[in-house]
């Protein structure tokens, strides 16, 4: 079945980067749309960034944009975050989640990464 | 960008009963509405796309209606693992697919 892991949370001052991982396996990763989508201690869900299935297509909420920057290497069936200018408002469990495309439902979600911005 | 609102933001209820919530657009999204269920510590999980359309496996007592600006998601019969809180999710505006608060169901 259909397997999405995160990784690369932590702990990490203010203005510093931090990059995460999506490993993908069980299905077909070239072929699909691929999301991150982020939800602060307590907090509601919050999109942050979609990428089309081959690259060519980049979207971010207005939160994020200039600050990360989403891409994926089919080679390596893995998903990417990079996080720079890091703010304490970016603290958040970090999902990554699959569509048939980037217009279409979040049909399977990894299990979440933890990101902690602090001093 | 689009806005979600749902209602209520909580609501206590029995094993059995009935429960709605509701969903509303700030402008039109046509039918482009998911509804997610998601349980503490754990990722959510679709339910429902297309505002009415059931996700695969997901059992029939889960049910979405309305179009436009308002929507409505119906548990038929509460078990006690429905016990989440529920999202709705707007995909009609690139690049905004916006959540709803949520809404938190939980029993008496």
């Known amino acids: 079945q259909v397997q999405l892991v995160e990784s690369g949370g932590g702990v990490v001052q203010p203005g510093r980067s931090l990059r995460l991982s999506c490993a993908a396996s069980e299905f077909t990763f070239s072929t699909y749309a691929m999301h991150w989508v982020r939800q602060a201690p307590g907090k509601g869900l919050e999109w942050v960034a979609v990428v089309a299935y081959d690259g060519s297509n980049l979207y971010y909420a207005d939160s994020v944009k200039g600050r990360f920057t989403i891409s994926r290497d089919n080679s390596k069936n893995t998903l990417y975050l990079q996080m720079d200018s890091l703010r304490e408002e970016d603290t958040a469990v970090y999902f990554c989640a699959r569509a048939r495309i980037i217009v279409a439902p979040f049909t399977h979600w990894g299990q979440g990464t933890l990101v902690t911005v602090s001093s | 960008d689009i806005q979600m609102t749902q209602s209520p933001s909580s609501l206590s209820t029995s094993v059995g009963d009935r429960v709605t919530i509701t969903c509303q657009a700030s402008?039109?999204?046509?039918?482009?509405l998911n509804w997610y269920q998601q349980k503490p510590g754990k990722a959510p999980k679709l339910l429902i796309y297309?505002?009415?359309n059931l996700a695969t496996g997901v059992p029939s007592r889960f049910s979405g209606s309305g179009s436009g600006t308002d929507f409505t998601f119906t548990i038929s019969t509460l078990q006690p693992e429905d016990i989440a809180t529920y999202y709705c999710q707007q995909y009609d505006n690139l690049p905004s697919f916006t959540f709803g608060p949520g809404t938190k169901v939980d029993v008496k």
């Open positions: 297309d505002t009415s």
């Open positions: 402008q039109d999204i046509r039918k482009n």
